[in-house]
């Protein structure tokens, strides 16, 4: 009777998991659909109502007058935490739910004190200074509605819209203009932050807080809770005047790129905005963008409003120049900047197939694209499985001086394209400084305080994934990231990594941001930045479960 309740047991689970993965194959099969008729409504009714909730605070609840009586009630509430007795006393994270990051990752904030930053407010534009103020909940799709028409816009602007200054502050951003300054925290002239006893401080490059200055970026939210943001800002013109040059061969591509981005050069005249999207091992267009007026007839016929809903999605637009040939035209600043933000890159292509379909764009295009937020309030534990088992999202900075070797590595670890390169400046600011070792000698930019780096960015679904075979996720990503140590270069940590405490030690440079950590009062009070960065869960032990190419 026991072996025969044992096998009726052992009968039902695995006819379970079977009925398991028959579901799970099912909604990958049938992914677009579900999301279209399902997903696309309820995210973009989802979108509204955030937009009303932050229009309602800022409209009755928040003026840029408060800034400091909102810092002050923050200072409040941290001394409070600071006064509890050891035992009992907490470190400290925002109340900011995870779903509303853009990090792949869900940080465990129920273990921590919770301190609500409801610092949405843009705070002031100093045009002597070309600077802006703000508050570290203004987002992307905020500072350019309010930058643009003024005839500004941040040197560093990343391409998705609900990004916040303030994630990238602490995080890190880059763009195509990233050949010109560097990264996102080269143009921050100033934080604003409230260390881990109370205090508030204001730190710059040059201060007597230059060492906290240096350390916050890539701290993620490790070193104190930032109330307030000083951003560099350029003047601009209405338009991008965009050409796009089709490049056919491995080694042509890189040498242009690099030939563009000044990386042999310091004092070559180099464009306001430059990118590529490599479409194959053998294929790439490179986009140069330079600040335009429009002012003839000729010119006017040449404007694309690429960000319209039924417009293609941009990297389909500028693949078509793989076969048309060199082309050019003038962009709407405002839709450059935000010219990614629709299709998600193109992530959106591994999400819903079809698109890019003009019907669909024609029909449905207004509810573009599904918002990050919605999509990671609606994440199971499968749905987060998937997001590092059977796809790739990842940036890294790497040595431009190696872009071949990249894109090989690239392909023969995750084989999806496009892959996409933006040029970077990596500046030397002298050694034990920040988190970011000084570049190599062979990486400098003759003449200059900088190396050239690039954005290797990595978005989609494997190629084993898509035509069913074994892809070991766990395997690829560690590989990856060793390839990364061994060439000087950084992996962005809003996505899943594979590092243990000693490879990330290797990877970053921590000797100043620990005596950061113990001068500011960070010890004890928030997390340390490989525990706030790391995982939630055990990616290895996930990715082994679904090398199996039906579960």
Same mark, same amino acid.
């Given at each position: ?314 990297? &389909?637009?500028? @693949?078509?120049?793989?076969? +048309?040939? #060199?082309?050019?035209?003038?962009? /709407?600043?405002?839709? !450059?900047?935000? $010219? ?61 001086? &190696?872009?071949? @070797?990249?894109?090989?590595? +690239?392909? #023969?670890?995750?084989?999806?394209? /496009?892959?996409?390169? !933006?040029?970077? $400046? ?126």
């Amino acid at each position: 009777m026991a072996g025969y309740e044992f096998l009726q047991t052992s009968r039902s689970r695995m006819e379970s998991g079977w009925m398991r993965k028959k579901l799970i194959r099912a909604m990958e099969d049938n992914r677009g659909l579900i999301l279209t008729v399902i997903g696309l409504p309820l995210s973009f009714l989802f979108d509204k109502v955030m937009q009303f909730r932050n229009w309602w605070y800022r409209e009755f609840l928040s003026s840029p007058s408060k800034h400091m009586d909102r810092v002050a009630t923050i200072q409040a509430q941290v001394v409070r935490n600071a006064s509890q007795p050891a035992g009992q006393r907490k470190t400290m994270c925002t109340a900011r739910p995870n779903w509303l990051s853009l990090s792949t990752t869900f940080f465990n904030k129920e273990a921590c004190h919770k301190i609500p930053i409801p610092l949405y407010d843009i705070l002031e534009l100093n045009e002597t200074n070309l600077t802006v103020k703000v508050e570290p909940m203004v987002t992307v799709g905020d500072i350019t509605r309010y930058l643009v028409p003024r005839g500004y816009t941040l040197a560093v602007t990343l391409e998705i819209a609900d990004a916040t200054l303030g994630g990238l502050a602490f995080g890190v951003g880059m763009t195509t203009y990233s050949h010109k300054v560097g990264l996102y925290q080269e143009t921050i002239a100033a934080y604003e932050v409230v260390l881990g006893d109370g205090t508030f401080v204001r730190a710059t490059r040059d201060n007597e807080y230059s060492d906290l200055y240096h350390c916050l970026p890539w701290s993620h939210g490790s070193l104190g809770f930032l109330v307030g943001l000083e951003l560099q800002i350029i003047p601009v013109k209405p338009y991008i005047h965009m050409k796009y040059i089709p490049v056919k061969g491995q080694k042509n591509y890189c040498e242009k790129i690099r030939e563009l981005s000044g990386t042999y050069d310091g004092s070559a005249e180099v464009p306001d905005y430059l990118e590529a999207t490599v479409f194959s091992k053998e294929e790439a267009v490179i986009m140069v963008g330079n600040f335009a007026d429009v002012t003839t007839k000729e010119q006017a016929k040449k404007i694309n409003n690429v960000t319209r809903w039924y417009k293609p999605w941009f990297y &389909k637009h500028v @693949e078509a120049f793989l076969t +048309s040939g #060199e082309g050019e035209e003038y962009i /709407p600043l405002r839709e !450059y900047l935000l $010219r990614h933000d629709k299709a998600i890159f193109w992530v959106l292509e591994s999400m819903i197939p079809f698109g890019n379909h003009p019907l669909f764009l024609f029909l449905l295009g207004w509810m573009l694209p599904p918002k990050p937020a919605f999509m990671k309030l609606t994440t199971t534990p499968v749905v987060r499985a998937m997001t590092f088992t059977k796809q790739v999202f990842q940036d890294i900075v790497l040595p431009i001086n &190696k872009l071949e @070797e990249q894109i090989n590595k +690239s392909e #023969e670890l995750f084989d999806t394209y /496009p892959v996409l390169v !933006y040029p970077c $400046r990596i500046y030397d600011h002298g050694k034990h400084v920040g988190q970011l070792r000084p570049p190599r000698e062979d990486q400098m930019v003759p003449g200059t305080n900088y190396g050239m780096f690039n954005d290797l960015g990595v978005y989609g679904v494997p190629r084993d994934v898509r035509e069913r075979r074994r892809w070991d996720a766990v395997s690829a990503m560690r590989k990856m990231e060793a390839y990364t140590r061994s060439v000087g270069g950084y992996h962005f940590m809003y996505a899943d990594t594979f590092l243990d405490r000693e490879e990330f030690n290797e990877m970053f440079d921590l000797t100043q941001y620990e005596k950061v950590r113990r001068k500011y009062h960070a010890e004890g009070a928030f997390p340390h930045v490989y525990d706030k960065t790391k995982p939630e869960v055990d990616v290895v032990a996930i990715g082994k479960a679904y090398m199996d190419p039906l579960s």
